[in-house]
């Protein structure tokens, strides 16, 4: 019989929750642990939990199975971290968030408002040349929000990378 | 008790029972080496010529005793000189605690005089590090580094403190060294399944690392090869966990490995490693090691466990731990003819050197006559090359922490402060740094710490006025073009080692090398040994890049 490595699965993407200390320097640390074992973040949301000594993260990676469990086993060494879970996407509730600067004209304001509407998008702000448009959705309702807008000028985007909740 | 931050780091020590400290003062440590005077008769301070040195003497300090090595360092530089040193560590799971000095709070991210983000630096090569920020945190701080120093996969932790946190004051409550963390243990299922491997397989190959040193399994190993009826071979990194005089050692694996070694590579039917996390240097090339066997692997770091290599059963704790209980489960076994091939192998396949001219001194016989002139029981540390290959390989290990070596970064100088550091944790030892001349040259300062403590190591530098190793592969793999390689025209090493007031002695022809190594070994203090040999003795067998490590080159 032949032992040889599993063959690699496909690359996907895996997004991990991340339990860490609120101390100062943590964020570095995963990021420094990423970049030096050439994992790929493909995007990463921070921010404290309910109980303000910790820290929730939320961490989008991509690679093979091998990699994933790499990195779960690599952060859980890190003694800032409390716990890491590779949430499954079937399980899970993934939103991201973003704020859209379009380019407005009298012509199309009544277009751009509908298309807002049928994706249930708020308005924050209009001014006579670009309105800035805020919607909430997992990562593809958002990228086709956004390339409805593109043939109407996007001027500006800014995107959070995915928060996750396990149901 | 209202002590200053920097009584409270003495305290500390005291509490984690250290009682030796390696390092070098400086602005930002001037409270902490005021306590260090004031604790004089509690806590040895060695101050070393660089504070590379006092990091690799920690270091030194701790594979030799098994405590927990301390260093010192002042802001800025002092703490960057560390880094060198606090990798070595970090590669080789050392357990060491770093304290370093920087600039009071209220300067820290100015660009002051002497400042340096020294957390930043090393977060990739530390376990973990801190930056204090309130002397109130100060003592437990330093008890948190030490006790992530020692559980689990051991490793340095560093503590940054700025100069102010050392004069505030506050209240010292002593307190009991905290407990090392609990790591966990293979579940029973494990066990069935190792059973049942280590039942079925007629012919095991049992591979050692440095886990077995750190978790104290050697004598479990032991027990468990001979109810295995298993051959063994260890990594650089456990020379000494096994006893090479037992007719199951086959040498080392891997890329300087035996012949033996590999042969039983190529037809074993099981392969288990204990405490060992398949480096490339063992693995050479990872897709043609032991594919065609199941590999169990006994480890306490998870992240090891099909990380370099996939393997077939993972066993996640203490070495010593789990060996004990196999031990306990597994009945004797018995694998004759394999053992009687394993003997015939290593008859056949002997390690061995040849000189170009017969009256050549070689490596082999020096490390073989200090071997028998020490009874195969001084503590050898080594610089990294050709020497370093060489000093595995023809001296006889026998137990444990007797082998101290960077075998993970492949440290160039680290071999004479690690001696010091070594010599310092165990006087009653002979303590030999066996070093190359490149080697020797990049921290030869530390001859001045050997000389002004009077510490009684011997640098045996394998002069051959070049680069061996990396000459060995511009042989091979680059025509002969020598590129910078070549160290000539050479120091005079004796006349450097008297400068430093250490004694020196040279061996220049075969006769001198019994009766040098003797008179050496007679000295109450430092000696330098500097050993003329050929430039064009090679290490082997080798494994060249790429190649499978089941075929070795034999010669070259």
């Known amino acids: ?167 | 008790m209202q002590l200053t931050g920097a009584q409270i780091i003495m305290e500390c020590l005291l509490e984690q029972g250290v009682d030796t400290v390696f390092g070098y003062p400086g602005g930002a440590v001037l409270n902490i080496y005021d306590a260090l005077y004031e604790y004089k008769d509690k806590i040895r301070h060695i101050r070393t010529a660089h504070e590379q040195g006092a990091a690799h003497a920690a270091d030194g300090y701790a594979r030799a005793s098994g405590k927990t090595g301390v260093c010192i360092a002042t802001s800025g530089p002092g703490a960057t000189n560390l880094v060198t040193g606090i990798a070595t560590a970090y590669m080789d799971s050392v357990p060491m605690v770093a304290i370093t000095g920087n600039v009071n709070l209220n300067l820290l991210g100015l660009d002051s005089f002497q400042e340096v983000d020294i957390t930043g630096i090393t977060m990739p090569i530390t376990k973990h590090n801190y930056i204090v920020k309130d002397v109130h945190d100060l003592a437990d701080i330093l008890r948190e580094a030490f006790q992530i120093a020692q559980s689990g996969r051991k490793g340095p932790v560093l503590v940054d403190i700025p100069k102010d946190i050392t004069a505030h004051t506050c209240e010292y409550v002593p307190a009991e060294p905290k407990p090392l963390f609990e790591e966990p243990f293979p579940i029973e299922e494990r066990f069935e399944q190792a059973l049942q491997l280590l039942n079925a397989s007629e012919k095991p190959f049992v591979y050692c690392g440095g886990g077995v040193i750190s978790s104290g399994a050697a004598d479990a190993l032991n027990t468990f090869v001979d109810k295995l009826d298993a051959p063994v071979s260890c990594s650089l990194m456990c020379q000494g966990g096994f006893d090479q005089e037992n007719p199951r050692y086959m040498g080392m694996l891997g890329m300087h490995g035996t012949n033996t070694a590999a042969l039983a590579i190529k037809n074993c039917d099981l392969f288990v490693a204990v405490g060992t996390r398949f480096s490339d240097r063992v693995l050479c090339n990872a897709g043609l090691f032991a594919r065609h066997c199941p590999i169990i692997q006994i480890d306490i770091d998870t992240a090891e466990f099909n990380k370099n290599i996939d393997v077939q059963l993972k066993m996640k704790g203490d070495a010593k731990e789990i060996l004990e209980k196999l031990n306990s489960l597994l009945e004797k076994r018995e694998h004759k003819e394999w053992m009687d091939s394993i003997a015939a192998w290593k008859k056949e396949y002997p390690l061995q050197q040849k000189g170009e001219k017969e009256d050549d001194v070689l490596p082999q016989e020096v490390l073989e006559t200090l071997s028998r002139l020490t009874e195969n029981s001084a503590v050898i540390t080594t610089d990294v090359g050709q020497h370093q290959m060489w000093a595995a390989q023809f001296y006889t290990f026998r137990s444990p922490r007797q082998f101290l070596s960077s075998g993970g970064l492949g440290t160039m100088g680290y071999g004479l402060g690690a001696a010091i550091g070594a010599q310092i944790a165990c006087p009653e030892k002979r303590v030999i740094n066996v070093a190359g001349d490149g080697s020797f040259h990049m921290n030869c300062t530390e001859l001045a710490t050997a000389a002004a403590y009077n510490v009684p190591m011997i640098e045996l530098v394998l002069n051959n006025s070049v680069l061996g190793m990396v000459r060995q592969w511009q042989k091979l793999f680059y025509g002969w073009r020598f590129s910078q390689t070549d160290l000539d025209p050479n120091t005079d090493f004796c006349k450097l080692a008297e400068a430093f007031g250490v004694k020196a002695l040279r061996i220049a022809k075969k006769e001198d090398i019994e009766p040098v190594l003797k008179e050496a070994l007679n000295e109450k203090g430092p000696v330098l040994i500097d050993c003329l040999i050929s430039r064009d003795i090679n290490v082997l067998p080798m494994v060249p890049a790429g190649a499978s490590v089941e075929d070795p080159i034999l010669e070259m």
Not at chain 1, 21 to 34: K, P
Not at chain 1, 130 to 145: K, V
């Open chain 1, 1 to 167: 019989m032949e032992y040889t490595n599993a063959n690699p699965s496909p690359v996907k993407e895996y997004i991990l929750s991340v339990l860490a200390r609120n101390r100062s320097g943590v964020l570095l640390r995963i990021a420094g642990l990423f970049s030096r074992r050439c994992y790929n973040i493909l995007s990463i949301v921070a921010a404290q939990t309910e109980n303000t000594k910790f820290s929730r993260i939320l961490i989008v990676v991509s690679g093979d199975d091998r990699i994933i469990r790499q990195v779960d086993k690599q952060l859980s060494k890190l003694i800032d971290i409390v716990q890491v879970d590779v949430l499954p996407w079937e399980d899970a509730v993934v939103r991201e968030h973003v704020l859209m600067k379009v380019k407005r004209t009298v012509q199309n304001s009544e277009k751009l408002v509908e298309m807002a509407n049928v994706f249930r998008a708020k308005i924050l702000n209009v001014e006579p040349d670009s309105m800035i448009l805020e919607l909430t959705g997992d990562a593809a309702t958002i990228n086709s929000f956004i390339e409805l807008y593109n043939p109407y000028g996007v001027l500006k985007i800014l995107r959070t990378g995915a928060m996750a909740m396990l149901k």
